[in-house]
């Protein structure tokens, strides 16, 4: 397999918690692995190792086959490892096209020079996520499934190489997924290696190449999603208590 990321043996700790706990797995190119857990379960926290906003405690991040570690976030993204947040916070007072525009402008290879050039890439992205109507609207008065997709709109205007994507069909109903299901794999058909972060099982289980399941900070299960959630090990600590 050709890596794009691999994650080897990490582990953070915050004071006395272990957050992650000796974690490894690969990501190929043109992969979409899906990432599972109960709340806690430290997927946020891996994210956030990958994307270079905190450091390991122990391990190795490598992307392309290169060490990443010491890299800052904004040298990370400049590499091509783009990501959206959970808690969605646009940009107030600027457009959902000037939003999107912050992105090419700090993208990948050091991004856009010239602010037209960069609004012209926003509304490309915009219209590939399906927000183009609302360019020209202020951000902040997007609604949630509008903030959504405003988030993956910022994190491809950086052309990633890379897109992590944290919880992206949370609060989403089934046809607001769908339609989000079918941007993340045209971002995948574009080339794209993509990490996803879902609580939606039927979802996830559409969408992904391979599912990880982390359980306490630790790496319970790894492998194609119909094997991963038969598991019992998973059904146990994850899907049992969820349908409980």
């Known amino acids: 397999m050709n890596a794009r990321l691999e994650v080897r043996h990490v582990t953070r700790r915050f004071a006395g918690l272990v957050a992650v706990r000796d974690v490894s797995f ?3 190119q043109d992969e979409i692995l899906g990432v599972i857990g109960p709340n806690g379960a430290g ?15 122990e391990g190795e991040v490598l992307f392309q086959g290169h060490p990443i570690n010491r ?8 590499l091509g490892i ?3 947040f959970q808690i969605m916070q646009p940009f107030p007072g600027l457009s959902v ?7 090419a402008l700090f993208g990948q290879g050091g991004g856009e020079s010239e602010l037209a050039k960069a609004r012209e890439q926003a509304r490309e992205c915009l219209d590939f996520v399906g927000l183009g109507r609302f360019a020209g609207q202020r951000a902040d008065e997007l609604g949630g499934p509008g903030r959504k997709r405003l988030e993956l709109a910022k994190a491809l205007a950086m052309k990633p190489k890379l897109l992590l994507c ?6 989403l109903n089934h046809v607001e997924i769908d339609e989000v299901i079918g941007v993340i794999r045209k971002v995948r058909d574009q080339g794209i290696s993509v990490l996803v972060i879902e609580h939606v099982i039927k979802a996830i289980k559409s969408l992904s190449d391979r599912l990880l399941v982390l ?16 598991d019992p090990a998973v059904v146990q600590a994850y899907l049992g208590k969820r349908r409980a």
């Open 215 to 230: 359980h306490h900070g630790e790496k319970i299960a790894d492998g194609a999603p119909d094997a991963v959630l038969s």
């Open 26 to 28: 690969t990501l190929a």
């Open 71 to 78: 890299l800052p976030a904004f040298r990370r993204a400049r």
């Open 97 to 103: 096209q000037d939003n999107v525009a912050v992105g």
């Open 82 to 84: 783009g990501r959206t």
């Open 43 to 57: 997927k946020t926290t891996l994210i956030s190792l990958v994307s270079g906003t905190i450091p390991p405690s």
């Open 166 to 171: 944290d919880e992206v069909m949370a609060g």
